[in-house]
């Protein structure tokens, strides 16, 4: 599978890595990496347009990026979703399994930083995102306006909007 083009989105919400095989045919995974990990899979037949069109987002725009990183945000979707109670459906497995994402070795934090998505964030904020994500699982309320919002940061970005603000004010 050398000739796979892999891509991601870069919207508030959610992520969607978006995997393209050939020419026309898709996998498209919804993430949700501030929460859930993983919400869902469908493969898709035809071209990048027509894909924006059926999930309804005409104007969505899919970046680039390695393969790696792709698997690595597939994974990170696992660890997460394993940990909230979410699950994944057979045939999603089946292409992680095909992907290699499996073989990758999660690191660090289970969540990562909102702001820089690297950045690794404290053991109290993970349990205090999980304790939300959890429950909201439970309740079949991701993704629904109903569901809390938050907003966690690793030390180094709140590191530089503190300077930022900072500077601000002495200039
Ligand atoms: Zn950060």
Redesign the pocket.
């Known amino acids: 599978m050398t000739e796979l083009k892999t891509y991601r989105t870069k919207e508030n919400g959610f992520l969607i890595i978006l995997i393209r095989i050939n020419q026309t045919k898709n996998l498209v995974f919804l993430l949700d990496p501030w929460k859930a990990g993983y919400r869902d899979f469908e493969s898709h037949k035809g071209s990048i347009s027509s894909l924006k069109r059926e999930i309804g987002m005409p104007s969505i725009k899919f970046y680039p990026i390695s393969k790696k990183e792709a698997a690595t945000f597939l994974r990170r979707g696992i660890e997460i979703a394993d940990a909230v109670g979410v699950e994944i459906g057979e045939d999603a497995k089946s292409w992680f399994e095909k992907l290699g994402v499996y073989k990758i070795k999660p690191k660090g934090s289970l969540y990562k930083?909102f702001?820089?998505?690297?950045?690794e964030l404290s053991q109290d904020d993970v349990e205090e995102i999980l304790e939300i994500a959890r429950k909201e699982v439970e309740e079949g309320i991701v993704g629904t306006d109903q569901e809390e919002q938050y907003f966690y940061?690793?030390e180094?970005?709140r590191q530089d909007m503190h300077e930022s603000h900072t500077n601000g004010i002495v200039n």
């Open positions: 930083c702001n820089c998505e690297e950045g940061i690793c180094n970005c």
